[in-house]
């Protein structure tokens, strides 16, 4: 059935962050077929949802590990490399099939209630978090992690994505809402004959690499000493010719920035977490002006610690504006873009990101009884923005559709029961801590 949603206000992503009045959108078949003034929409016979609100696109997280909501809080103070070895490794040997699921369930439901729609997932048994997104309703790309462990065998991991991919496809569920990927952890924990096989078999079947890059100073000395740079070393084993996203990517140089720009390597920024572990400031401002594509990812709720992808909007400029020291690096607009259009634009997906015509109506309703909008609606174009960027936030998160279907109404999830998600986290985060 064709629906079409009106709203005072309707911000369809476009490169220019444009504020449409009076504004609507119709949906047919889960996809955008016009996004406009309401008084330049064709005629319809369609089932009308009038919004009170703001509707604009549902927010990419580009860079996350979901399931990590069980290990909230869990080595809170340490650095990135004594963190993971210290703490979340050896709590993520103890993992069962069954706590990712209820810990994927509880970030989906927590980033669904955030506005966010579509998140990009690296993390084990990769079919407990495709059931759990599935159960949400929400849209995911997912890996699970090529990594060399004691104990892992990364061959095995690529061949079980491939197996994976060969048998349901790149995409798959209703409204395409789970692509699967090849998940290669980074560069410092595989070897290069590993990286190359991950290149191999993703653009032997046209999917898309998630790779950490560059997140700490200290964690690629060895790659750095015999390619130059991990970007260097990811353009030699062949990486770089297929769909890339590289996560972080803090520890640039101009020619790493250039060799991602030349080969059309998506950054996922993860402002937060960055801040948190004292990663470092990605150069989100030189990034940018190479024209490279970048989002936002909040990383795992482990290391950030939450899933609310508005506040890595209000980070991504704060931080760009302060490690430029120029109040006008990243304007309001400018970073609700890196969250949406900028997400889906690093991961090569034209079909979400924006409300255009073609694309899934991944859609957030923005409620506006608050102080962030006790001014009203009728206000320049710049300010609301601002006011939507820098006061309002996660909280105004009213209604969520994806591909058309709504999963969020009035602040909560429609398709599962928030208490018992919540409930079994508690029970698997308790066996994990015994």
Not at 174 to 182: I, K, M
Not at 190 to 201: C, Q
Not at 270 to 283: D, E, H, I, Q, T
Request: net charge negative; proline share 5%; aromatic share 4%.
């Amino acid at each position: 059935m064709p629906y079409r949603f009106t709203a005072p206000v309707v911000l369809p992503c476009d490169p220019a962050c444009s504020v449409i009045r009076d504004g609507a959108v119709d949906v047919d078949g889960g996809r955008i077929t016009y996004c406009g003034p309401r008084a330049e929409a064709p005629a319809s016979t369609a089932r009308v949802t009038a919004l009170p609100g703001i509707l604009l696109p549902g927010l990419v997280n580009a860079h996350a590990h979901s399931p990590m909501t069980l290990l909230r809080g869990m080595g809170a103070d340490l650095p990135l490399l004594r963190w993971l070895r210290e703490v979340i490794w050896p709590a993520e040997a103890r993992l069962r099939p069954e706590d990712v699921r209820a810990g994927m369930l509880l970030g989906s439901v927590e980033m669904l209630g955030n506005g966010v729609t579509t998140s990009t997932e690296m993390y084990f048994h990769a079919e407990e978090m495709a059931e759990a997104v599935l159960a949400t309703g929400a849209r995911a790309v997912l890996g699970g992690p090529v990594i060399d462990l004691p104990g892992l065998d990364w061959r095995e991991m690529i061949a079980d994505t491939d197996r994976w991919i060969d048998a349901d496809g790149l995409r798959f569920g209703p409204g395409d809402r789970v692509e699967l990927s090849y998940a290669a952890h980074s560069a410092y924990m595989l070897p290069p004959e590993a990286l190359r096989s991950t290149a191999e078999s993703a653009a032997a079947r046209g999917a898309l690499v998630q790779i950490h890059v560059a997140e700490a100073a200290d964690e690629d000395t060895g790659q750095r000493a015999e390619f130059g740079s991990v970007p260097r070393l990811l353009d030699q084993v062949g990486m770089l010719d297929g769909r890339v996203i590289a996560a972080h990517a803090i520890h640039l140089s101009d020619e790493d920035i250039a060799l991602f720009a030349a080969r059309g390597v998506g950054v996922a920024h993860c402002p937060g977490s960055n801040a948190k572990l004292a990663s470092g400031f990605a150069r989100l401002a030189d990034l940018r002006a190479a024209a490279v594509a970048v989002g936002l990812g909040t990383d795992g709720p482990a290391s950030n610690d939450d899933l609310d992808l508005w506040e890595e909007v209000q980070l991504s400029a704060m931080l760009a504006r302060l490690s430029t020291k120029d109040a006008t690096a990243i304007r309001a607009g400018e970073a609700l873009l890196l969250a949406t259009r900028g997400g889906a634009a690093a991961l090569g997906r034209d079909d979400l990101g924006a409300l255009e015509a073609g694309r899934w109506a991944d859609m957030v309703h923005i409620g506006i009884d608050g102080p962030a909008f006790a001014t009203g609606l009728d206000v320049p174009d710049g300010q609301l923005l601002a006011n939507l960027v820098w006061a309002a936030g996660s909280r105004h998160v009213r209604d969520v559709w994806v591909a058309g279907e709504q999963v969020v109404a009035d602040s909560e999830p429609v398709r599962v029961d928030r208490a018992k998600v919540q409930s079994g986290a508690r029970e698997a985060a308790a066996r994990l801590r015994a």
